[in-house]
Every structure is written in structure tokens, then in C-alpha cells.
């Protein structure tokens, strides 16, 4: 068998992955499309270990370690999602990138939305006040 056809079908398999990773909003979709790149990467080793015809079998034994760091990227991957779907309501990655929690208007006292700093004298009062009049 010629290197070029799992060269090919390697190549149309990570830019499938890379367009799922750019162009979907979906985490889990994302984490998919990022499992495709992977797989394409460990066809590649493969193929090219077949043909290199190595004693060692080095390209089977770096895919091995890559299957493994799929594994954990796709347990710990869905973990996070999970966790942010939980919190968040949504996986949609568009609506998660402010990833802080949300402020407490409590905790700045010269907030100047806050409408209790215009009855303590703080900085900021007299001009709620100007606004309000």
C-alpha cells in the first residue's frame, strides 16, 4: 500500500477536526472535532512507522502515549463541560466567554450604581443626586 492514501485521508480528517473546532458552538461538538485531529495525527504515525519499517515501532508506540492523552483530555473535557452546563445553563461557547462569576454589587460600597451610596456621603453621592434632581 502507498503512503500518499492514509497521508490523504489523514490530511481530510484533521481539516475536518480543524473546521469543527473553528466553526462549531458547541463544547461537546468542539471536543469531538478536536478527537478527529487526534485520530488524524495517530494515522499519520502509523502509516509513516509502516513505511519507515522500524525495528523499534516508534510511531506505534507515540500513538499509544496519544491515545492515552485523549483519554484524559476527553474525560477531564467533558468533567469541565458538565460542571459549566450545571452552572451556566448552556454549552454554547459564545455565552461562556465571560467565565468570571458574577459581581456582587454588595461588595464595592462606591459603586456608583449602588442607590446606598447617595445616603452615606460617600464620593460619587453628590452626583447621583445632581442626576436625580
Same mark, same amino acid.
Given at each position: 500500500?502507498? /503512503? %500518499?492514501?492514509?497521508? #490523504? *485521508?489523514? +490530511?481530510? !480528517?484533521?481539516?475536518?477536526?480543524?473546521?469543527? %473546532? /473553528?466553526?462549531? @458552538?458547541?463544547?461537546?461538538? #468542539? *471536543?469531538? +472535532?478536536?478527537?478527529?485531529?487526534?485520530?488524524?495525527?495517530? !494515522?499519520? *504515525? #502509523?502509516?509513516?512507522? #509502516?513505511? !519507515?519499517?522500524?525495528? *523499534?515501532?516508534?510511531?506505534?508506540? !507515540?500513538?499509544?502515549?496519544?491515545?492515552? %492523552?485523549?483519554?484524559?483530555? =476527553?474525560?477531564?473535557?467533558?468533567?469541565?463541560?458538565?460542571?459549566?452546563? @450545571?452552572? &451556566?445553563?448552556?454549552?454554547? =461557547?459564545? &455565552?461562556?466567554?465571560?467565565?468570571?462569576?458574577? @459581581?456582587?454589587?454588595?461588595?464595592?460600597?462606591?459603586?456608583?450604581?449602588?442607590? +446606598?451610596?447617595? &445616603?452615606?456621603?460617600?464620593?460619587?453621592?453628590?452626583?447621583?443626586?445632581?442626576?436625580?434632581?
Amino acid at each position: 500500500m502507498h /503512503l %500518499v492514501y492514509p497521508a #490523504v *485521508l489523514a +490530511s481530510l !480528517l484533521f481539516c475536518t477536526g480543524l473546521y469543527g %473546532v /473553528l466553526a462549531r @458552538r458547541n463544547a461537546i461538538l #468542539v *471536543l469531538m +472535532s478536536v478527537e478527529l485531529m487526534l485520530n488524524a495525527v495517530n !494515522l499519520n *504515525l #502509523v502509516a509513516f512507522d #509502516v513505511w !519507515l519499517r522500524d525495528t *523499534l515501532h516508534a510511531g506505534q508506540a !507515540l500513538t499509544l502515549f496519544t491515545i492515552a %492523552v485523549a483519554a484524559a483530555e =476527553i474525560g477531564i473535557g467533558l468533567a469541565i463541560v458538565l460542571a459549566v452546563h @450545571r452552572n &451556566r445553563g448552556t454549552s454554547d =461557547i459564545d &455565552r461562556l466567554r465571560d467565565a468570571a462569576e458574577p @459581581r456582587d454589587p454588595d461588595d464595592d460600597p462606591r459603586d456608583p450604581h449602588d442607590p +446606598s451610596a447617595a &445616603r452615606t456621603g460617600e464620593p460619587g453621592a453628590d452626583e447621583k443626586a445632581e442626576a436625580t434632581a
